[in-house]
């Protein structure tokens, strides 16, 4: 399993997890697309926005593979503005991914605008946990 480093680990301040740390012995969760309602918390929301303007900081439009981003992150976003690239294999950790850049506008217009705020990552991992993978 890829480990994309400098990836923010998680939302700071919350408990969402962006990234896993280890592989699963029992394979890959699962991608599944999943359906955004209107009446989602705050936070939800927030956290679907700084993974996305993470995901087009670190790769742009370019295709990337999945490797240890946070499945259930993933899923908020899939079929819409990340999408696979090829057949999807929603088991795969070598799965490639890209963000629609036109879609994530659409969606997410406040991650494009030009006084769009900064986002000071707070990487959780300690030198202790990368030792051991």
Known sequence: MLKHRGFPSRLPGTDFQFTIRRANKKGATPLTRRERFRDRKAVDRRADTVFLGALIE????????????????????????????????????????????????????????????????DDDLDDDDEAQD
Do not use: C
């Not at 990337?64 to 899939?78: C, H, I």
């Not at 070598?94 to 006084?115: H, I």
């Open 58 to 121: 670190h790769f742009g439009d370019e295709p990337f593979e999945r490797g240890n981003l946070d499945a259930g992150r993933l899923s908020w976003l899939l079929g819409r503005e990340v999408v696979a690239v090829g057949p999807l294999n929603p088991t795969d950790y070598e799965q490639q991914l890209r963000v629609d850049l036109r879609v994530a506008e659409a969606s997410y217009p406040e991650l494009f605008a030009e006084d769009a705020e900064e986002i000071a990552w």
